[in-house]
T-cell receptor
Framework: GAGVSQSPSNKVTEKGKDVELRCDPI?????LYWYRQSLGQGLEFLIY????????KSGLPSDRFSAERTGGSVSTLTIQRTQQEDSAVYLC??????????????FGPGTRLLVL | AQKITQTQPGMFVQEKEAVTLDCTYD???????LFWYKQPSSGEMIFLIY??????QNATEGRYSLNFQKARKSANLVISASQLGDSAMYFC?????????????FGKGNQVVVIP
């Protein structure tokens, strides 16, 4: 597709359940990023992939959060045993991955997660 | 310490007027990139413009320009001839370092409402 796509658009889940969020980057982009946007914390970096490797996962808030990327393309962010504080918009971005200083990240529409 | 500071309260702007959105940043790295994104109510983050720390001239992109004052560590966004479609949240972001650190650090955002 032309842009970054994410699914689902919205997800409502019960506390304690696991959720999977999916991101399809722009074709040809080797770098992929996950961010979280919440009212209290603003936009926070979660994890960065270059190809299938995650050289920077320092933003993951707890071990309940994990992410993987397969085939250098699609990425899945998994949140286990969801808590109410996990409610946020999860944004995925991709970039060319040439590691230039002005490498631009292009964002998807986000997944709005609500944990009841 | 906060990397990016955006402290202006919400702004109302008359259509066709120019508006300046303030952004100050904090880094000790000589190599960095500064980015502005627009987030309308639909939620998608839209890339607008960037400026590199080594750029001698201010960046411009259509109606968007960046007033880069390196010594003051500010990178203000100027939107000329405001349009109703410019109503959105605007985020300033920074990427530090030439290699390895691809994450973007975002400010809290500036809310702009364009009125006819």
């Amino acid at each position: 597709g032309a842009g970054v796509s994410q699914s689902p658009s919205n997800k409502v889940t019960e506390k304690g359940k696991d959720v999977e969020l999916r991101c399809d980057p722009i074709s040809g982009h080797t770098a992929l990023y996950w961010y979280r946007q919440s009212l209290g914390q603003g936009l926070e970096f979660l994890i960065y992939f270059q190809g299938n490797s995650a050289p920077d996962k320092s933003g993951l808030p707890s071990d309940r959060f994990s992410a993987e990327r397969t085939g250098g393309s699609v990425s899945t962010l998994t949140i286990q045993r969801t808590q109410q504080e996990d409610s946020a918009v999860y944004l995925c971005a991709s970039s060319l991955g040439d590691r230039g200083l002005l490498e631009t990240q292009y964002f998807g529409p986000g997944t709005r997660l609500l944990v009841l | 310490a906060q990397k990016i500071t955006q402290t202006q309260p919400g702004m109302f702007v008359q259509e066709k007027e120019a508006v300046t959105l303030d952004c100050t940043y904090d880094t000790s790295d000589p190599s960095y990139g500064l980015f502005w994104y627009k987030q309308p109510s639909s939620g998608e983050m839209i890339f607008l413009i960037y400026q590199g720390s080594y750029d001698q001239q201010n960046a411009t992109e259509g109606r968007y320009s960046l007033n880069f004052q390196k010594a003051r560590k500010s990178a203000n966004l100027v939107i000329s001839a405001s349009q109703l479609g410019d109503s959105a949240m605007y985020f300033c972001a920074m990427r530090e370092g030439l290699y390895g650190n691809n994450r973007l650090a975002f400010g809290k955002g500036n809310q702009v409402v364009v009125i006819p």
